[in-house]
C-alpha cells in the first residue's frame, strides 16, 4: 500500500470513464477519489480538499489559488453531445432566430480572424463591437441554466449577448436566476430553454424537441474547440510523476476509446 495517496477529484460521468479506469489500473492505490460535479470539483481544489482535478476552465479565471497542472484537459472539436441547450416547440421563433444570427456572428467571427490572426483577446473585442446593438424585437423564452458547471453556463452567457445583444441577454439571465431560486416556476407550466450537462444530457436528450449542442456552435462561430474543463492543481502543485501518470492514462485512454467504443 502506498502512504498518503493523492487527493483527485473526480467527475464521474460516461466521457471520463475510460480514463478513469486506466488511473485506477496505473496508480495501484498512489490516488484516493473524491466524486462531485465540476462546480463541487472546482470548489474542492479551490479550498484545498483535494490536490488535483479536472476541473472547469473558467475556474482558472475566477481563482487566483488554481493553475494549470498539465495542457490535458477535455475539450471538444465540434458536437460534445452532453452540453447542450434544449429547446421545446413553442421555442421554434427563438430557434429561427439563432440560426440567423449564427449565420452573420461566423462572418464576424471570421473577419476578425484575418484582422487580427494572433490575437485572440483582439478578436473578441472586435466581434463585441460588431454585434452588442440593440437587435430585431425578439420575446425572449425562459432560460434555465444549472449549477453543476460553470464553465457551460459561462458559454450559454456569452452566446446569448452575441445572439440577442446586451438588453435581452441581460433579461434572460434574470430569469435564469429566477429559475435557479424560485421552485414555483417548475410548476407554471412554462418550459424554459434549459441548459443540461453530463449524463443527465445524454439521459434526458429525448425530452427536448431540439437541441443546440455547445461544443458545436461554438466551433462553427470561432472554427476553435471548446475547452469545457482541465487538469489543474492548487496551491500545491501536483508531483512530476504524478502529471506524467495521469497524461500516459489519459493517452491509453484516448486511443483504446478509437478501437473500444464501448
Not at 498518503?4 to 496508480?27: C, D, S, T, V
Request: aromatic share 8%; hydrophobic share 50%.
Amino acid at each position: 500500500m502506498h502512504q498518503n495517496p493523492a487527493q483527485l477529484g473526480w467527475i464521474p460521468y460516461w466521457n471520463l470513464l475510460p480514463m478513469f479506469r486506466e488511473l485506477q489500473r496505473l496508480a495501484d492505490g498512489q490516488f484516493k477519489f473524491m466524486s462531485g460535479h465540476p462546480s463541487a470539483v472546482s470548489r474542492w481544489l479551490i479550498d484545498g480538499t483535494v490536490n488535483l482535478a479536472p476541473a472547469s476552465s473558467i475556474a482558472l479565471l475566477k481563482s487566483r489559488n488554481l493553475e494549470m497542472a498539465m495542457p490535458l484537459g477535455i475539450a471538444s472539436e465540434g458536437p460534445v453531445q452532453s452540453v447542450y441547450l434544449g429547446l421545446h416547440r413553442e421555442h421554434d421563433e427563438f430557434l429561427e432566430f439563432v440560426k440567423v444570427r449564427q449565420k452573420f456572428l461566423r462572418g464576424k467571427f471570421l473577419e476578425a480572424l484575418s484582422l487580427h490572426p494572433l490575437d485572440a483577446r483582439r478578436q473578441a473585442a472586435f466581434v463585441w463591437s460588431m454585434v452588442r446593438e440593440e437587435l430585431a424585437p425578439l420575446i425572449a423564452p425562459d432560460l434555465k441554466l444549472t449549477s453543476a458547471s460553470a464553465a457551460s453556463a459561462a458559454l450559454s452567457r456569452v452566446l446569448m449577448n452575441l445572439w440577442l445583444g446586451e438588453r435581452l441577454a441581460q433579461q434572460m439571465m434574470m430569469c435564469a436566476a429566477a429559475w435557479g431560486k424560485d421552485q414555483t416556476l417548475a410548476d407554471s407550466g412554462i418550459r424554459p430553454v434549459e441548459l443540461v450537462i453530463g449524463d443527465e444530457a445524454l439521459q434526458r436528450r429525448h425530452e427536448f424537441w431540439k437541441i443546440l449542442d455547445l461544443g458545436q456552435v461554438w466551433q462553427e462561430l470561432t472554427t476553435l474547440p471548446f475547452v469545457f474543463g482541465l487538469w489543474q492543481t492548487g496551491q500545491q502543485s501536483a508531483p512530476v510523476a504524478i502529471k506524467a501518470l495521469i497524461c500516459e492514462a489519459a493517452s491509453i485512454a484516448q486511443a483504446r476509446m478509437q478501437v473500444e467504443p464501448q
